[in-house]
């Protein structure tokens, strides 16, 4: 009965996210209804991108918020630092890809 559940559960999630597609409002860390730049647009549109910016959001508040006043001083000029560096991407899939890992990784080690 367990995988007849599990199967249900997860044709119930398919059917959801089909239904809620990828320009979801809360599909990242940011309201998609306001993107204004192309590397927002198109974490709004690639569904792996959004998890990818929701992921290092999480790394990212979760060590601002328990970091010291010197600690999350840096950590917030590295994120703007970080920004720039992504916005630059523009709509280049694989930038954007490959920015976020390294921000991710970077949070993970660095932090």
């Known amino acids: 009965m ?9 044709a119930a999630f398919l059917i959801l996210a089909g239904l809620m597609g990828p ?22 549109n690639e569904p792996y991108l959004g998890a990818l910016d929701e992921e290092m959001a ?3 508040f979760s060590i601002r918020n328990t970091s010291g006043s010197r600690t999350r ?6 994120q703007r630092n970080w920004l720039r560096l992504r916005n630059n991407c523009g ?12 921000r991710i990784n970077e949070l993970r080690t660095i932090y």
């Open 91 to 102: 709509y280049d899939y694989f930038c954007v890809e490959r920015a976020y890992q390294v």
């Open 73 to 78: 001083s840096l950590l917030q000029e590295d």
């Open 23 to 44: 320009n979801d409002a809360r599909a990242q860390s940011f309201n998609c209804n306001n993107a204004s730049t192309p590397v927002e647009s198109i974490i709004c």
């Open 58 to 60: 999480s790394l990212y």
């Open 2 to 10: 367990r995988p007849i559940l599990m199967f249900a559960a997860g």
